[in-house]
Structure formats: C-alpha cells, structure tokens
C-alpha cells in the first residue's frame, strides 16, 4: 500500500483474511448519518484517483450508492458501503483495491511477522535468499525484515566466492514493497528501481543504501563485493502485489534473469487512504514499470518457464538458475 499523504510510502495486496468483513469488533447504534458521510467521502476518493476511474459510470454509480440502505450498527454500515464499491471497482477490472478496517489494522500490528527471509550457500558460487511476503503496519517490524534480507545476504558474501544470486519471491503474496526492496538493494547499485506510472507521468521509485522509503531509521548498509555476478530472479503463480513489484524492481538489469512460472499479476500500485471510519481504502492508483521503462499491466512473464512449483531450494526453478549462473558470463 502507499499511503497517501501527498507522497509514496507503502504498497500493499489484496488478502480475504483483511477485509471488512472478517471484523467482529463490537458495533456502536446509530449512526446511519456518519455511514452517508463516509459513502460520500469513499465515492469523491474513488472517483478523484482510482485507476480505473474513466471506466465506472459516475451518473449511475451516484444514484445507486445514494440509494444504499444503513442500519444502525457502524460495522455493518460500513461493510455496506466498502462491498458496494469494491464490487463496482472488480467489475470494471480493479482486482487489487481493497478496505482494511482499523480493527484489522491493529490486529496485524500486534502479531509477529508471518514469515521471515532466510537464505543459505547453495554452493558453486551461488548465494540464495528467500523473500516472503511481509504484511505490517509497524515501523519496527518492517526495519527487522529489511535488515533480515541484508544481514543473510552479508553473511553469505563475507563467507564465500560469490558468482551469482538466486533471490527467491515465489509464493511472496505481497504486503509492503519497501522493506524487500531496502533489503535487496545490498544486491545493485543505488539509484531508481522502477516507476509508478499514471499517465504520462513517470514517478520513479528510488532504491538508496541503508533507508527504507518513509522511515527515517537507517538499516544495515552492507554491499555484495561485486555487482556483475549474475542474479536469478524466482516467482511463480502466487508472487503477487508487492512480491510482482521486488521482482520489477530487479528486471532490466544486463546481469539479471527470471525463472519459474507467470505471477498472479497484482501488480497495480495500491495507495493507501485513511478514512474518517479509522479503516483505510487501499486504491488502485497506478501501473507500474522496470527502470527501463517497460510497463507491466498484467502479470510477468519468467524469462525462463519452469513447470515445478515444489517452492524448495533444490527444484527444477533452482537449478534451471543456478545452471544459468554457472554458464560463462556474457554481459
């Protein structure tokens, strides 16, 4: 997610277990009046900076969310209003917006980090780091997965003759790009990764050594010895959102290369939008493309296809890149 405080700070995919209508919060009476001022305030976002924007019918989309019909309870206003536009949004082709409610939010905050990166020396030179997806609203457990990724990556180096990488974002569903991108930056040079794009407008995403983007507390700065050893990039059919964008942000270098199956191609930019409600609307605001300016509005495609979704460091996936990694470099 990117949250919009007039700049880029996070991005963000779609999970079932997120939505609103997992909330068993306790609801308060009474309150049909503030669920029409929240229908109003998501349909004057949606319509100001969704995607798909020119796509939905303003005229009819209006008389039908005036004609939405509220309870008294708040939860259930609310889950009213955020179906009633995520349906209109999946219908014109939005697959990636979604809501989050302020229990949620909280719920994710208090529990550990899901999965963390790990990685090892596969031998014959070939340095392997797997990255999760990474769903948190903390500064703090964002700052322990970058340094994570970093830290593996380090050890790695320091310990052996590095001659190629293998960074494995297979089964990544997503969450928050910047701390994946702030962890493989050990991996290139500083400098810009990708671009949001909305219209004719290139926003570019910038990857700078030890600095997470929207955090001002620096993380391990730690560079890999040699920057033109090869770098096999893994996704497959659940490397999504913000897995698809660690991807991107690899793809157009000379030394790089993917391998595995097509990704499941959420790769629109979310931007976050805090509501009146405490919930937040992660809106589909931008496409996305590689530092090359290649443009990626469906899903990517694997240089390599590889038909093993074991997801294990010793699959077909990983062993079709490390023999690519072993072949003599020409770049």
Known sequence: MIKETKKLIVYSIVSSCLLLNSVTAQSQPNRSNDASLLNKEILKIIKKNSLFTDRLDWKSLKVQSDTLTFTDHDLKNEKIILDFYINKLRAVGDKHSFFISSYNILKISNVPIAAMPEGEYLGDGIGWIKVPGLMTFSNHKDIDFANSIRNIIEKIDTQNVITGWIVDLRHNGGGNMWPMLAGLNALVED???????????????????????????????????????????????????????????????????????????????????????????LLAKTYVSDRTGKIYKEAIVPDCIVDDLSNTKDDEVVKSASKWIRESIDF
């Open 191 to 281: 400098g810009i990764a990708g671009y949001f794009i909305q219209g004719n407008k290139r926003i570019p995403w910038i990857s700078k050594n030890g600095k997470i983007v929207g955090k001002d507390q620096p993380i391990n700065t730690y560079k890999i010895k040699n920057y033109k050893v090869k770098i096999a990039v893994l996704i497959d059919s659940q490397t999504g959102s913000s897995g698809e964008m660690a991807a991107v942000s690899l793809l157009g270098l000379t030394n790089v290369k993917s391998f595995g199956q097509t990704t499941s191609g959420y790769i629109t930019a979310n931007y976050s939008y805090i509501l009146s409600s405490g919930s937040q609307l």
